[in-house]
């Protein structure tokens, strides 16, 4: 049952389409900071912050430290699977 709630969890995630569009943006750039994600989005900085929160809860991204600044990359494995089975990422 617990393998199902992690699985909900991670989908209810990505179900959101600025979630979505940060996950690929990371991906397809191997992680970045957060004013990185504002500018490719056009978003402001609470938005982003909103939804990276979402997305860490999921286990599906991790901060880590570069400097001063915080960046983010995907550290879930089966997330890269869904979006490649869905079409959405080519590698």
């Known amino acids: ?4 709630k992690n699985s909900a969890l991670i989908l209810k995630a990505l179900a959101h389409e600025t979630r979505l569009a940060i996950v690929l943006g990371l991906m397809r750039g191997d992680g970045c900071n957060v004013s990185k994600i504002i500018d490719n989005l056009g978003l402001p900085q609470s938005t982003i912050s ?4 979402i997305l860490r809860s ?3 991204v991790e901060g ?3 400097g001063s600044e915080v960046c983010y990359k995907i550290i879930n494995e089966i997330v890269i699977k869904i979006l490649k089975n869905m079409g959405l990422l080519i590698q």
Do not use: R, V
């Open 1 to 4: 049952m617990q393998n199902l």
């Open 50 to 53: 909103q939804h990276l929160t």
């Open 58 to 60: 999921a286990g599906i």
């Open 64 to 66: 880590y430290k570069k």
